[in-house]
């Protein structure tokens, strides 16, 4: 169960190169919208024809710039998820979910649509037409219909996009239980962070045409390789730094000396920490002069979300407006009602292990 | 009132229409799919009918399917006879005069479709001709009709090019809108007006009985 991709595209004002290999499990494609995320998977499922390189499918060579090889989109067998469906709106769910089978005779035709339709609990649903189903329903009926003509491989174009927030978490354990079990390999592409590492056990990082990163998703959060991998997947607080001798950086846009734990083969340009790594506590509960990674801080702004609060501290002194800060901190409500009445500065804690330093 | 020439309009209406619909869907997905550079140049050619005086094409026509030019020769060669002045001359100059008309609506029918159904259809299996008529098709319909509406009323209502290519001839070329003609130069404004009530009413009946359903065909899958 392989899909190995080498291709390479130019259109004005963009240049896509890209290497990767799924396996049987679930690869999320990573990346900010513009990063070529839907460009390859278009790619890979014959919509698109690269200038350049080879995509086999379990050892089937679909594309080959070299041997002139370019297999039709129709002859691929590759199931591609739409990010907005394109169900077909003149045919009902069962007929949409059949159109891939044409050639196959009556009975088992009929057999497929309704294990596909039972599989996507949609067996009421089989004579409606797309427009009077939810956004849910119809993610559920273009799933089926990929399905059904038994792809040896599944693209995923940010599924979840197109529905309401409350439906998202509901449809995304369907479709991991339904990964779970088919044998195909999977590409799942998104620009939400979190989506992808729930549903993704290896993780590809696309920014401006090209793999950032790639690997098991733990290590790419626990150890993003550049500044870019680190925004892609979610860390907001950056400062350049100059290495110090004895394991210590000068972290130069917070204006602190830090100790870290991770060595870096190359001379690291910029010092991160994840916001919700990030601790505040009251001044007297820690020793300002002489623990690690601790320094006074104070509040510039603050964000409330029904459960977390994001603060934007500055360093060092207080701030002069309320853009003027170097980190942001994500606490939980309680923390931040035990200290927020109390006297400024605080203590602001950036520990060892959280820090992390990154090649440009 | 002159049946024969209502006769005879129709007849032309039914088989220019026909005519076009089997030629104007190839044309339209040309049209409207090809990425050929000088795209453009056909799409001017077709549209000409639309800017140019029907007197002019209808004299292009008359000289070039004329026993002196090649293409009359050859048609001559096979049929024994030259196209002007026959109810086929009247049917080639007429199809090329509402090309247009036919081409354009079904035209603009297939680019409303969005380019993510076609594109589904490809990734499940479909071959080019199976997604036209299975997922392009049914979602233009409304242009194919109104494409194949416009060139029937257009043939029924054409006056010069018939005039140039056809001549006169009762039975043959005599068409209602030349036969109205005919009467008022012969100041019968009774028989003029009968014939020309009669043409509005079935054109007004044709086009609304066409565009009633259409809009109720399409209704079904519009549904919110």
């Known amino acids: 169960m392989s899909l190995e991709v080498a291709i390479e595209k130019n259109v004005p004002g963009f240049r896509l190169a890209v290497e990767f290999t799924a396996d049987g499990a679930p690869l999320g494609l990573l990346g900010p919208s513009g990063s070529g995320k839907t460009m390859a998977l278009r790619a890979i499922a014959g919509l698109e024809t690269p200038d350049r390189g080879r995509i086999v499918l379990n050892g089937r060579v679909l594309f080959d710039s070299e041997r002139r090889i370019d297999v039709p989109a129709r002859a691929r067998r590759i199931g591609l998820l739409f990010q907005n469906y394109a169900l077909f709106p003149h045919l009902t769910v069962a007929e949409n979910v059949a159109f891939g089978l044409w050639s196959l005779p009556d009975a088992e035709k009929n057999r497929r649509v309704a294990e596909q339709l039972a599989a996507a609990r949609l067996d009421g649903l089989a004579e409606r037409y797309p427009a009077t189903l939810s956004g849910g329903e119809q993610q559920r009926v273009a799933l089926a219909r990929a399905l059904a003509i038994e792809p040896a491989a599944l693209l995923l174009d940010e599924p979840f996009s197109a529905l309401d927030t409350h439906l998202r978490s509901a449809l995304e354990r369907q479709l991991r239980e339904m990964l779970a079990t088919y044998g195909g390999s999977t590409l799942f592409v998104s620009h939400n962070l979190e989506e992808a590492y729930r549903v993704c056990e290896k993780l590809v990082v696309l920014a401006q045409g090209n793999v950032a990163a790639q690997g098991p998703k733990e290590e790419i959060f626990r150890h993003p390789p550049t500044l870019e991998v680190a925004r892609v997947t979610g860390c907001k607080n950056f400062s350049r730094a100059r290495l110090l001798s004895d394991g210590r950086v000068k972290a130069l846009d917070w204006g602190c000396t830090l100790r870290v734990a991770q060595q870096l083969a190359s001379l690291p340009e910029y010092v991160a920490i994840r916001a919700h790594h990030v601790r505040v506590h009251p001044a007297q509960e820690l020793n300002l002069e002489n623990s690690e990674n601790v320094f006074p801080c104070w509040l510039a702004a603050m964000t409330e979300t029904p459960f977390r609060v994001t603060l934007d501290l500055r360093i060092g002194a207080p701030p002069a407006n309320p853009n003027d800060f170097h980190l942001q901190a994500e606490v939980f409500k309680q923390e931040w009602e035990s200290f927020r009445d109390l006297p400024q500065p605080w203590a602001i804690k950036l520990a060892t292990e959280r820090l992390f330093l990154l090649r440009d | ?224």
């Open chain 2, 1 to 224: 009132m002159n049946w024969q020439a209502i006769a005879l309009s129709l007849k032309l209406a039914v088989c220019v229409a026909g005519i076009l619909l089997a030629a104007g869907l190839p044309i339209a997905y040309w049209v409207t799919f090809s990425r050929w550079r000088w795209k453009f140049l056909v799409e001017a050619v077709v549209a000409l009918p639309l800017v140019l005086p029907p007197t002019v094409l209808g004299y292009y026509i008359l000289v070039g399917l004329g026993p002196r030019h090649f293409a009359g020769r050859v048609w001559e060669s096979w049929f024994g006879h030259t196209l002007p002045f026959t109810f086929g001359g009247l049917l080639v100059a007429s199809v090329l005069y509402s090309l247009p008309f036919a081409v354009q609506p079904i035209s603009a029918g297939f680019e409303g479709v969005d380019r993510r159904l076609i594109e589904a259809s490809w990734t499940l299996g479909a071959s080019r001709l199976a997604t036209f008529f299975r997922v392009i098709l049914p979602l233009s319909a409304a242009g194919a009709v109104t494409g194949i509406v416009l060139s029937f009323a257009h043939t029924i209502g054409e006056f010069g090019v018939v005039l140039m290519v056809g001549g006169n001839i009762p039975g043959v070329t005599r068409t209602v809108s030349i036969d109205i003609y005919d009467q008022v130069q012969a100041a019968n404004y009774d028989a003029a007006n009968r014939t020309a009530l009669v043409l509005l009413l079935f054109s007004f009946l044709v086009l609304t009985a066409i565009y009633g359903t259409n809009r109720r065909t399409l209704s079904i899958w519009r549904r919110p």
